[in-house]
């Protein structure tokens, strides 16, 4: 089974071939050895399944060093068995009703399973709280959950508890009628609120990374992306900011706030070549989901005590 490379907030899965050349379904099947070769053929006719930089056919034969990408969520959803159930992880519910459950994930768990045999997830927490969840969602591997989030990433997680109200939300997340706000610290002063609206790309070279970056030759698919960055209080080298997005695209926050030239603190990924020092000395990236404004006019809120970053 392949290894984590990158998180599972509406992400890439990125898998590195070595060895001798292979079909590009073939090796998949090696991958997840529980998806039999004609799966992954149907999937890979289906989905945009990315090899170095273009898109993938079953046939296409890995050479040595090559990179597949493909979304995160879709191993799972090619798997029928649902997650272990795993009371030890922590299910904090901020709000309950008979449809809709508000989760706030704490910092250093993944969302979901890779794998069925994957314990330690919210995922693995939700099947043993509420295994009623089976069947809903994506796939079997992610139970009612209507989004994801970075595994260095605490707060809100949706999950429903019906079929109907698990179209509708994804629905609304879909047409973007879903506001996120988050909350973060980034390096520097900032004084005034700034709007990054800059496309994202895959990285050419380094397939578990965005860019804002986008060479004049590139032929793949743009991602359009808007952060909204407003300054809250500042200390003498850092800013407490409220991060507001509509779009969901992978690392979005992390990468537009290097490019505005704040990287969030802890981001060992984007941050300053000068400030990483300080970056590994925090431990973690300083990054919660805070808020979720939906189109019906409800609202669900995770407090974060800033206190537990200091």
Same mark, same amino acid.
């Given at each position: 089974?392949?290894?984590?490379?990158?998180?599972?907030?509406?992400?890439?899965?990125?898998?590195?071939?070595?060895?001798?050349?292979?079909?590009?379904?073939?090796?998949?099947?090696?991958?997840?050895?529980?998806?039999?070769?004609?799966?992954?053929?149907?999937?890979?006719?289906?989905?945009?399944?990315?090899?170095?930089?273009?898109?993938?056919?079953?046939?296409?034969?890995?050479?040595?060093?090559?990179?597949?990408?493909?979304?995160?969520?879709?191993?799972?959803?090619?798997?029928?068995?649902?997650?272990?159930?795993?009371?030890?992880?922590?299910?904090?519910?901020?709000?309950?009703?008979?449809?809709?459950?508000?989760?706030?994930?704490?910092?250093?768990?993944?969302?979901?399973?890779?794998?069925?045999?994957?314990?330690?997830?919210?995922?693995?927490?939700?099947?043993?709280?509420?295994?009623?969840?089976?069947?809903?969602?994506?796939?079997?591997?992610?139970?009612?959950?209507?989004?994801?989030?970075?595994?260095?990433?605490?707060?809100?997680?949706?999950?429903?508890?019906?079929?109907?109200?698990?179209?509708?939300?994804?629905?609304?997340?879909?047409?973007?009628?879903? %506001?996120?706000?988050?909350?973060? &610290?980034?390096? /520097?002063?900032?004084?005034?609120?700034? @709007?990054?609206?800059? $496309? !994202?790309? *895959?990285?050419?070279?380094?397939?578990?990374?965005? %860019?804002?970056?986008?060479?004049? &030759?590139?032929? /793949?698919?743009?991602?359009?992306?808007? @952060?909204?960055?407003? $300054? !809250?209080? *500042?200390?003498?080298?850092?800013?407490?900011?409220?991060?507001?997005?509509?779009?969901?695209?992978?690392?979005?926050?992390?990468?537009?706030?290097?490019?505005?030239?704040? $990287? !969030?603190?802890?981001?060992?990924?984007?941050?300053?070549?000068?400030?990483?020092?300080?970056?590994?000395?925090?431990?973690?990236?300083?990054?919660?989901?805070?808020?979720?404004?939906? $189109?019906?006019?409800?609202?669900?809120?995770?407090?974060?005590?800033?206190?537990?970053?200091?």
């Amino acid at each position: 089974m392949s290894s984590r490379n990158v998180p599972d907030y509406d992400g890439c899965l990125i898998l590195r071939h070595s060895g001798p050349p292979t079909r590009l379904d073939h090796f998949l099947h090696q991958q997840f050895p529980d998806l039999s070769i004609q799966r992954w053929k149907r999937a890979i006719e289906t989905t945009e399944v990315m090899v170095d930089g273009r898109p993938g056919r079953k046939g296409t034969m890995l050479t040595e060093a090559s990179c597949v990408c493909l979304p995160s969520w879709l191993p799972t959803s090619l798997t029928s068995r649902a997650p272990v159930p795993d009371p030890t992880v922590p299910v904090e519910v901020v709000f309950e009703d008979d449809e809709l459950l508000v989760l706030n994930k704490p910092a250093g768990i993944h969302t979901h399973p890779l794998s069925p045999d994957e314990t330690g997830t919210l995922a693995n927490g939700l099947m043993a709280a509420y295994p009623g969840l089976e069947g809903i969602g994506f796939s079997h591997l992610q139970p009612g959950l209507l989004n994801r989030l970075d595994r260095d990433t605490s707060g809100l997680v949706l999950a429903a508890k019906t079929r109907e109200s698990w179209n509708k939300y994804r629905q609304w997340f879909t047409q973007k009628e879903i %506001t996120k706000i988050y909350l973060g &610290i980034i390096h /520097g002063i900032l004084d005034e609120p700034l @709007t990054v609206e800059l $496309p !994202l790309i *895959h990285h050419p070279r380094h397939h578990d990374k965005m %860019t804002t970056h986008i060479p004049a &030759i590139y032929r /793949g698919r743009r991602l359009p992306a808007v @952060t909204i960055i407003e $300054p !809250l209080d *500042h200390s003498t080298s850092t800013t407490r900011v409220r991060l507001t997005m509509k779009t969901g695209v992978m690392h979005q926050l992390r990468v537009h706030c290097a490019a505005a030239g704040h $990287p !969030l603190v802890g981001d060992l990924v984007y941050g300053n070549p000068e400030t990483r020092d300080i970056d590994e000395q925090i431990g973690r990236l300083r990054l919660h989901a805070f808020r979720l404004q939906c $189109p019906d006019g409800r609202q669900f809120t995770a407090p974060l005590n800033w206190e537990d970053w200091s």
